[in-house]
């Protein structure tokens, strides 16, 4: 799916390129959904309470993590070079760490809002509630620099900001060519994402361990609904 899907950006030469990450928390839903159906309250009488609590719970997200880790290097290996970023063994392994925990967060994502609500129509329906402030407050319509303050608070609440924030750090805050700016005239690139859109070098690591922050936190949410949380009735 990531190399055909990358491919197609790459014949049709957009500019902006479409992420597999929606595609992931989709597909889990479907997954846990059906998992959830077949946790049976008497199988936790048992005497192999212990071991089921231990094995099954983080089962669904050890299983995601690994298919998780060979799509994003598929897909990062090609889209690197595609788009044409500098061959450097840290701005590539950055640019494979965002993507990864990405995909990550948005399929522990998926899984959360499965294990959250009562069914799949709820869960679907919160999903693209949030969804839809993420990507209005990611930093890519509209600059950080241009939200307004009392509306700012919401983009350091938005994954993808993080992710947007971390990419284009790790690839470009630390160049120094002039770049052309109308009624500005010649600034430095590092100095130009400061000032109109609020990206920082030396603020790379706490954006990394952000997106750690966000794939633990609805990985931990996930675990704990779908432990605690029975919606079935007898």
């Known amino acids: 799916m990531s190399t055909q899907l990358v491919e197609l950006c790459n014949s049709l030469r957009?500019?902006?390129?479409?992420?597999?990450?929606?595609?992931?928390?989709?597909?889990?839903?479907?997954?846990?959904?059906?998992?959830?159906?077949?946790?049976?309250?008497?199988?936790?009488?048992t005497k192999y309470l212990f071991f089921f609590v231990c094995v099954y719970y983080p089962t669904p997200v050890a299983i995601e993590t690994i298919y998780v880790a060979i799509q994003t290097f598929v897909y990062s290996l090609i889209l690197y070079s595609m788009i044409g970023f500098q061959w450097q063994a840290d701005k590539f392994f950055w640019f494979y760490f965002f993507v990864?925990?990405?995909?990550?967060?948005?399929?522990?994502?998926?899984?959360?809002?499965?294990?959250?609500?009562?069914?799949?129509?709820i869960a679907a329906m919160v999903m693209s509630f949030f969804l839809s402030f993420w990507n209005l407050f990611s930093g890519f319509l509209i600059p950080r620099t241009e939200i307004p303050i009392w509306w700012r608070w919401y983009y350091w609440a938005s994954p993808v900001a993080w992710t947007i924030y971390g990419l284009v750090t790790s690839q470009v805050s630390d160049q120094t060519e002039q770049v052309q700016v109308p009624g500005l005239g010649d600034i430095p690139v590092n100095e130009y994402l400061d000032r109109f859109l609020g990206f920082r070098h030396d603020f790379l690591g706490?954006?990394?361990?952000?997106?750690v922050g966000w794939a633990i936190l609805f990985s931990l949410v996930f675990a704990f609904s779908i432990k605690y949380l029975n919606f079935q009735r007898r």
């Open 14 to 45: 957009k500019e902006q390129k479409k992420s597999p990450g929606n595609g992931s928390k989709h597909n889990v839903q479907n997954v846990i959904f059906i998992l959830r159906q077949v946790k049976f309250d008497g199988i936790l009488r």
């Open 206 to 211: 706490p954006v990394a361990g952000a997106h």
């Open 100 to 121: 990864f925990l990405c995909f990550i967060y948005f399929t522990a994502y998926g899984m959360m809002l499965v294990a959250l609500p009562a069914n799949y129509q």
